[in-house]
């Protein structure tokens, strides 16, 4: 299984991203994908979850209405569409990747075991 995290860059407040996990080896499978963010100096947190089988999505409560999360089976992409960015969602992205797909807090990051190398994403204010 590997990750691959892309669509980071540079957006205005207010403005819009969508980043890409290619997933290979797993969308056909059940498992769950989520994207974590980590802002400089605090922890990573869990922003969104997605089952790759039922697409049951989760979200954390910052990103609620805001962001979206889906999948594409055939291009096996797991996608974060970010919309009205505040500065505060400044930070590097990771996606994560999990079997099996259910257990204990989808954002318990200790439950993930794949992982791609994470994407940035800057809000200027």
């Known amino acids: 299984v590997q990750l691959v995290e892309s669509g980071g860059g540079l957006a205005q407040a207010g403005g819009s991203l969508t980043l890409s996990c290619a997933a290979s080896g797993l969308i056909d499978e059940d498992f769950g994908v989520a994207w974590f963010r980590q802002a400089p100096g605090k922890e990573r947190e869990g922003v969104s979850f997605i089952h790759t089988g039922d697409s049951i999505t989760e979200y954390a409560q910052s990103v609620m209405n805001r962001f979206t999360i889906s999948k594409d089976n055939s291009r096996e992409t797991v996608y974060l569409q970010m919309n009205s960015l505040k500065s505060e969602d400044t930070a590097v992205y990771y996606c994560?990747?999990?079997?099996?797909?259910?257990?204990?807090?989808?954002?318990?990051?200790?439950?993930?075991?794949?992982w791609g190398r994470g994407t940035q994403v800057t809000v200027s204010s």
């Open positions: 994560a990747a999990r079997f099996p797909p259910h257990g204990g807090a989808w954002d318990n990051e200790a439950m993930y075991t794949y």
